[in-house]
């Protein structure tokens, strides 16, 4: 499963409301390239006394989700129990399962989510039915199944899903929270320019700490979209009704703003369109400008495999 569910949008938009709240009204752009990620999202609280490194049950909301789930999955196997009232199987499954993590002796942890409450985390897994019992590793859906399961079928998917993986989860001892990794002062230094709103300053720190390290995934994450925001917020919103069929140029910017809104697959089709009726650099100009747009999304997401389909045979 991993890549095939986007968790990151529900860490992005809490890292974005962190944000905004630190630069103020006039930071950078509330709007996020990453699709499902609104403006007035709340932001992830503090680890509440109910995670503690103890405890086998937690109940999640949105807002908790990247703390409870993303970032607890780095040190301990966590399973995703997606619930409502209303589902009578659920209240079948939910007592195994809390059952089980209690007995488990911290190798896992329960994650129960109410659904109707939090539809948020529901659409980022893309529930089509439940009780869905979802296991995230390292931030990452790593396996899952839908329906009632008995005690032993759970068990003998636990222990499968933790030889595989148990060594590289190092567990959450109780009371002790995991030593934070030291952070590179020059990624604080961008970020500080971020909060200045030196955006400019902001971009060439991440490029630069990017270029010097083309291993850094995190620096040359910032500066793409980074760079895609700024640009896509100095353009006119009446572009995209405005743009001449033939102006390569302004169907460029029409595709940012709306990337810029959230609706990827209009934008992209813009581009495509662009490919099918140029030749020569103005082709390559929008191929180019498209392959970039593709690198602020997870390359196994429906719409950004589609539209790599589109690219191909408009190209060829």
């Known amino acids: 499963m991993s890549g095939a569910v986007d968790l990151a949008g529900l860490k992005e938009r809490a890292d974005a409301q962190r944000a905004r709240t630190q630069r103020g009204p006039g930071g950078v752009p509330a709007a996020s390239p990453v699709p499902g990620v609104p403006e ?69 942890v329960l994650a129960k989510i109410d659904v109707d409450a939090n539809q948020r985390i529901a659409q980022a897994f893309r529930v089509q039915s439940i009780p869905m019992v979802v296991a995230i590793v390292h931030g990452q859906p790593v396996s899952a199944f839908n329906g009632v399961r008995s005690e032993a079928e759970i068990i003998a998917w636990v222990d499968e899903i933790l030889a595989q993986v148990g060594d590289s989860l190092t567990g959450a001892p109780e009371g002790e929270a995991p030593e934070p990794e030291p952070e590179d002062p020059r990624m604080l230094a961008a970020e500080q320019k971020m909060n200045d709103g030196d955006f400019d300053g902001a971009l060439a720190a991440y490029r630069a700490i990017a270029e010097a390290e083309p291993e850094n995934i995190e620096a040359a994450s910032a500066a793409r979209n980074l760079d895609f925001v700024l640009r896509a917020q100095a353009h006119d919103p009446a572009i995209v009704e405005t743009a001449a069929p033939g102006d390569v140029d302004a169907q460029l910017a029409a595709a940012d703003v709306l990337l ?25 100009r929008a191929r180019t400008r498209l392959l970039e747009l593709f690198e602020l999304f997870d390359p196994a997401e429906p719409f950004v495999v589609a539209a790599r389909r589109k690219l191909a045979s408009a190209l060829y």
């Not at 109940?59 to 999955?73: H, Q, Y």
């Not at 609706?263 to 103005?282: C, L, W």
């Open 40 to 108: 007035n999202a709340p932001a992830a609280p503090a680890p509440s006394s109910a995670g503690g490194g103890g405890a086998s049950v937690i109940d999640v909301t949105d807002a908790s989700f990247e703390t409870e789930v993303l970032d607890r999955s780095t040190r301990q196997l966590v399973l995703v129990d997606l619930w409502a009232e209303w589902c009578g199987p659920c209240k079948q499954l939910s007592p195994v399962l809390e059952r089980l993590a209690a007995a488990s002796g911290g190798r896992w």
């Open 260 to 284: 810029l809104s959230q609706q990827p697959e209009a934008a992209f089709d813009r581009i495509i369109g662009v490919v099918k009726v140029t030749a020569g650099d103005d082709r390559t």
